[in-house]
Each structure stands twice: as structure tokens, then as C-alpha cells.
């Protein structure tokens, strides 16, 4: 069953319904062993107070042998049954668990570039942690007391029918009492559920970005500044946590209260009762009531005290709705694939405006303004421009990741729009102005999607990205790079992602910017590996040193979403306009 079918964030309670249902037949059968194993607690007072009336009454001592066997019986089935009954209920939540994450994690890379883009690293983390954590928990919490609780009550009340049917009364007004009370704070508890909630996501998303600033941070003394502002973060953590507590205090104060009262009140009466003779109640009789209704006020208790963790999972299940009910998504299923990219990219009068771009009220400029252009395979096409020219936009919509608004790209004349991205992209590579690379070995990075590469393709790409040298310095394919590629300079980072491109062979190429952070030197190990990357491939070049796309086939100079300029570099360096200029200030 996929989870996004059946998800209902308004609905929490239908939507865990529908979760468990695959796990039914698990869930009986723990239901079953749970009644079977608890049984101790609901016939030990029975069996005690037979034993008090054996002692009582000078019945024969054949008698207590045989309930002290039974006794026994009853107490040692326990150990088997409750491992048996963890294995059960564990697979069943456990399932349900996998499945929730898997379901983010799935729908997460179907999420459009904007929503990530939208979105911190750290609150989606606490979805996928957190929220499915607290689901879990809550989960099972509840199974366990309420079939501890179902159980109690169930064989308490049909000893009690048996042996004193008068009492029925008084022990049937526990359930709506604590009924009652759970309906009576559900919706303060829900409210400060989501409030600590939305507290918590917000310090994660400020914990990851402060662990992504920790060098700029501390570069230029600006610790104390950090410590500050994720003080003020956990300050408000902390202050919607003790709102939330003082609720869960005060519910469960309350509940333990009335209950223990009335507890005391049982206790009196069957005395009472026994005492004056009202009706056929023995000494055991007292001690079997009072230790029922201890035993089962201490379940609706616990049921009660539940009332907050159950609270918390529902508000962890819409909080995942955020996710799995996100519209913003790249539709691919059901579009034409492509099994072949030639390498023609043309943009047919292309507009695109970012949804976010302006203020409240505010029209937004558009960050791409009807756009011609056209790339065709093998060329080299260069874009240049001010921040905020349009330049990172434009490589955005060739890779997919943005959509237009008005106009469409083709690649070998196939509307973008029209086709499963995904196949378009196994002929595409990026090299970003900062690498991506993950914990792991140089071989586990560089081929990193195209798995079925032996050594010599790797090898051979390491050599053509300058990169083999220092990876045989580090111990060859199999040494391991660190985090985030921390054990590499830049230069070798842009080189193994290069590298990672070279194996992919691809028709179309994007380079984001891929020197701008390097000394002379790696630049000029990575220009030359980027000549070898480029060479017979449809590329598009982002380059803010514009001695690195002299030799571009084309060179588009852009000015608020709009091409002004096209040509070669000396055409465009003859032509003394907006190129010249910015050429002639970059000598």
C-alpha cells in the first residue's frame, strides 16, 4: 500500500488507520497473546481472594495447593508470551515506520527544486527523525496500554459479574469519566502539540545552518553573534515545551485524582458492605474489589496519561502531510522517455518568474524575460551577466528543475514539458560551483549512478579529470574522502565531480560557475579536465572569470532576464558594448 494514497492530514486518525491496515492479521494476533500473557493481573486478585477465604474459612489445605499451582501456571506463561508479543507488535510498527519514511524519502525526490529551494535541510530532517518517530512511539504506547487496559477491564468486570454483580455499577464509571476528560483537553494539548512542534522544526533548520556557517563564523569572530540567535531559538523551544508540559501536567494530575478517589470509595463501600451484611460479601470478596478497581483505575490512568503521546503522533502525522500532500511536485509518470539525446537545447521566447520573488502586494520582475536561444550539439554557449541577471535561472530550466511560465524548451525538438525528465537527464551532467560528494570512497563518488563501471573506466576518467595523481597520493579508488568531501581541497573536489561527469558520458553539460572558487593553480588543472569533459558535448557554461569562456562557440550576455548581447568573444570585445566593458574591467 503507498502511503500517499491513503493520506489524510486533516484526518490523522483515519490516515493511521489506513497505515496499519497491511498489518492487521499482526496486530490480532499480538491482541491475542497480549490478552493471554496480561492475564495475571485481572485473575491473580480472584485467585488471592480465594486463597484469604480458604485461610478464613479453614477450608482444606488441598485446596491452596492446587490455586498455588495454578498461580504458577498463570505467572510463568507469562516470559514466552511477552517475547512473542514484542516480536509481533514490533514487525507490525516497525513496518508502518519503514514505509512512512520511505514514503517522505520517496516523495521528497519527487518535490520540485522550488520546494526545496523554499524549504529547510533541518525541518525535512525532522519529519523523516522526528515526526516518524513520534508516530511510532505513540503507536505502540497505545497498543501496549490500551490492550492492557481493555483486558483489566474486560476480565474485572466479568469476575466481578461472577462473584459480586452489585459492584458493576460503580466500575462501568470509570470509562466515560475518563472519557469525559480526554475529550476535554484534547484540544489544548493539540494546540501546544503544534506550537512545539513548529519550535522544534525552526532549531533544526537553525542548527543546520549553523553548523553550514560554523567557518564563515568563525573567520570572522562572529561566534558570539551565532550563540545568540540559536540562544533566542531554544529559549522559545523551551518556553513552548513548558506550555506543553504544564497542560500534560495538569491533565494527568487531575485524572489521577478523581480516580484514586473513587478508588478509596470502592475500598470503603465493599467494607462497608462486607461489615453490615447488605450483601454476600466475604473477606476475599473485599480484597478481590478493592484490588480490581485499584488495578483498573491505575489502567484508565495510564490510558488517560496516553491522551498527550497520542496527541503528539497526530500532530507528527500533519506535520508529514506537509510533505505528502505537497502539490509541488515534477510530474514524470505516464510522459514519453527518451532513449537518445543528440544535444539541441533551444529556448522558444522563455519567460519564468519566481513565485517568492517579491513582496506582499509587489509585481515580480521576471528573472528570465522572453528568451531565444539555441544550442546545438556539440556546441559551447556561455552566459554572462550581473548577479541576478538570469544566468543560474536560465542553466535551472535546462537542467528541469524550473518549468516556464510562458514559452518552452525543447531538447532534439521534445517539449520539455512533455516528457519524462528523468530519461533526459541520464544524458546530463552538472558540475556545481561546489561539488556535492557524500562520506564514502573515491570510487563509491565517482560513480555515484553509473554503478556497473569497472576500475579501468574509472581510472581512465580520474586521468582525465587531472585527478589521479593525488588519488594515488591518498591509496588509490579505495581511499575514503571524509564527509562532504573534507579530506579534498577544492580543486580536488571540482576534479572528482568532474570525473563523476566524464564516466557518465553525457550529451548535455552544465557548469555552474565550476572555477570561481580556485587558486591559479587548480583552475588551471580543472580548465584543463573541463576541456576534456566539454569536447563533442552540448554545453552550457556559468563562468564569472570571463578568461575561462573565451573560447565558447557563443557567448550571451544578459541584463535583467534579457539577452543584450551574442557573439564570440572578439566579436563581442570589437563591438565595445556591455561584454567589452565587462571585459576590459576584469584585466
Known sequence: MDPLDAYDGTHPLRTVAHLYRPQRARLVGAAVVFAIKHSPVWLIPALT?????????????????????????????????????????????????????????????????????????????????????????????????????????????????????????????????????????????????????GEVESMSARVSEMAHLIPITRAHALEDREINRMDTTLGRVREAGLRLDLVNGRFGTIAWVILQLLSVACLVGAAWVAWTGTFDVTAGDVVMLSTYFVTLTGSVTQLMTLAPIIAKGLESIRSMGEVLEEYDVEENAGKPTLDHVDGTVEFHDVTFTYDDAAGPGETAAPAVDHLDLVARPGETVALVGSSGSGKSTVLNIVIGFLQPQHGRVTVDGHDMSAIDLRSYRKFLAVVPQESVLFEGSIRDNVTYGSDDLDDDAVRAALVDANAWDFVEEMGGLDAVIGQRGGRLSGGQRQRLAIARALVRDPRVLVLDEATSALDNTSERLVQQALGRLMHGRTTFVVAHRLTTIQGADRIVVMEYGRVVEVGTHADLVAAGGTYARMHGASL
Open 49 to 197: 481472594a480465594t486463597v484469604i477465604d480458604i485461610v478464613v474459612q479453614h477450608r482444606p489445605l488441598s485446596e491452596l495447593w492446587l490455586i498455588a499451582a495454578v498461580m504458577a501456571v498463570v505467572v510463568l506463561q507469562n516470559y514466552p508470551l511477552s517475547l512473542l508479543y514484542i516480536r509481533t507488535l514490533s514487525r507490525a510498527v516497525r513496518s508502518v515506520e519503514t514505509t512512512l519514511r520511505m514514503a517522505l524519502t520517496r516523495r521528497l525526490q519527487e518535490l520540485s527544486i522550488g520546494y526545496h529551494r523554499r524549504t529547510s535541510a533541518g525541518v525535512l530532517q525532522t519529519k523523516i527523525v522526528r515526526d516518524v518517530e513520534n508516530v511510532v512511539e505513540a503507536s505502540r504506547t497505545t497498543f501496549d496500554s490500551g490492550m492492557a487496559a481493555i483486558t483489566t477491564l474486560a476480565g474485572a468486570l466479568v469476575l466481578t459479574g461472577l462473584k459480586v454483580p452489585e459492584f458493576l455499577p460503580i466500575f462501568a464509571l470509570t470509562v466515560p469519566l475518563a472519557a469525559w476528560l480526554v475529550m476535554a483537553m484534547r484540544k489544548r494539548m493539540a494546540a501546544r502539540n503544534a506550537q512545539f512542534r
